[in-house]
């Protein structure tokens, strides 16, 4: 008889969701602000690397369209995956403890650890990644499938695209935007708690999507302010570019609050970072 892994249970147990105000998700920005400074340059690193990973695609895409939009939507689908350190630096910080590169690198180099002595631990949160990249490939496919089949001109750079789609007369862009929308809506409910749920307790990938619906269905409005809100200084950071620097991990972090507001997760066993791991985190 096969015993199951200690952090990836079988069970579907799935932790209470609470009730939220309709602003709250500005209280989220600012406990998120908070942290961000107190970090200082071990969170601005997160949105430095990705500021200048953007740069470089704009530079390569910049007039191959198709290739730009999949990699401004994998961005959006990815980023909770990416911002997995922001949250563990937040919990560093709620619990006293120090949230330095250390930890930055304990909480990856976790992954390869225990991908080598057990076959579940902190592989979850990468398996859930998986998912999202797969989510953003096929709403790049579904676009350029629509776009491709209804467009008058041939799309080849952004600039076709603003001209025959977004300032034409037709219908096209509209139903682009409400395909967008339909797509990403089962993305953002299965994701909006997942990830740090995933990082903070030991629960597996359905167990933290089921909980992240939870959230959703008991929240609708909060969560559909909270959603405007990513998406918006997203947007904010993807025009400025530098603006990345400071948006990835504001976000990073208010979403580790979000998660703590949404739900109560005490009675769900904690995940803890090996041993081999933890003694990373002295290194300051």
Same mark, same amino acid.
Request: aromatic share 10%; glycine share 8%; with cysteine.
């Given at each position: 008889?096969?015993?199951?892994?200690?952090?990836?249970?079988?069970?579907?147990?799935?932790?209470?969701?609470?009730?939220?105000?309709?602003?709250?998700?500005?209280?989220?920005?600012?406990?998120?602000?908070?942290?961000?400074?107190?970090?200082?340059?071990?969170?601005?690193?997160?949105?430095?690397?990705?500021?200048?990973?953007?740069?470089?695609?704009?530079?390569?895409?910049? =007039?191959?369209?198709?290739?730009? !939009?999949?990699?401004?939507? *994998?961005? &959006?689908?990815? @980023? +909770? %995956?990416? $911002?997995? /350190?922001?949250?563990?630096?937040?919990?560093?910080?709620?619990?006293?403890?120090?949230?330095?590169?250390?930890?930055?690198?304990?909480?990856?180099?976790?992954?390869?650890?225990?991908?080598?002595?057990?076959?579940?631990?902190?592989?979850?949160?990468?398996?859930?990644?998986?998912?999202?990249?797969?989510?953003?490939?096929?709403?790049?496919?579904?676009?350029?499938?629509?776009?491709?089949?209804?467009?008058?001109?041939?799309?080849?750079?952004?600039?076709?695209?603003?001209?025959?789609?977004?300032?034409? =007369?037709?219908?096209?862009?509209? !139903?682009?935007?409400?395909? *967008?929308? &339909?797509?990403? @809506? +089962? %993305?953002? $409910?299965? /994701?909006?708690?997942?990830?740090?749920?995933?990082?903070?307790?030991?629960?597996?990938?359905?167990?933290?999507?089921?909980?992240?619906?939870?959230?959703?269905?008991?929240?609708?409005?909060?969560?559909?302010?909270?959603?405007?809100?990513?998406?918006?200084?997203?947007?904010?950071?993807?025009?400025?570019?530098?603006?990345?620097?400071?948006?990835?991990?504001?976000?990073?972090?208010?979403?580790?609050?979000?998660?703590?507001?949404?739900?109560?997760?005490?009675?769900?066993?904690?995940?803890?970072?090996?041993?081999?791991?933890?003694?990373?985190?002295?290194?300051?």
């Amino acid at each position: 008889m096969n015993t199951p892994t200690p952090n990836c249970p079988p069970t579907l147990t799935l932790p209470a969701p609470r009730s939220i105000g309709l602003l709250r998700p500005l209280h989220w920005l600012r406990l998120g602000w908070r942290d961000l400074w107190r970090c200082g340059a071990v969170s601005l690193l997160h949105g430095l690397v990705l500021a200048l990973g953007y740069a470089a695609l704009m530079v390569i895409a910049r =007039d191959r369209f198709w290739l730009l !939009a999949g990699a401004a939507s *994998g961005f &959006l689908v990815i @980023a +909770p %995956v990416l $911002a997995t /350190s922001l949250y563990a630096l937040s919990r560093a910080l709620e619990r006293g403890e120090a949230a330095n590169f250390g930890l930055l690198v304990a909480t990856w180099g976790a992954w390869q650890h225990q991908r080598r002595v057990e076959s579940g631990g902190y592989w979850c949160l990468v398996r859930f990644g998986l998912l999202l990249a797969l989510a953003g490939t096929g709403w790049v496919l579904t676009s350029a499938a629509l776009i491709t089949l209804f467009s008058p001109e041939p799309i080849l750079k952004p600039t076709d695209f603003l001209r025959h789609i977004v300032l034409s =007369d037709s219908w096209l862009f509209e !139903a682009w935007l409400l395909l *967008g929308g &339909l797509m990403a @809506a +089962p %993305v953002f $409910a299965s /994701s909006v708690v997942s990830m740090p749920l995933l990082l903070d307790r030991r629960v597996n990938t359905l167990q933290a999507v089921l909980a992240s619906w939870q959230v959703v269905v008991a929240n609708p409005l909060p969560m559909a302010t909270w959603a405007a809100l990513i998406l918006g200084l997203t947007a904010l950071g993807l025009f400025t570019g530098v603006g990345l620097v400071l948006v990835i991990p504001l976000l990073g972090h208010a979403s580790w609050h979000a998660y703590r507001d949404l739900i109560d997760a005490n009675a769900l066993p904690e995940r803890t970072l090996p041993i081999a791991a933890l003694a990373r985190t002295k290194v300051s």
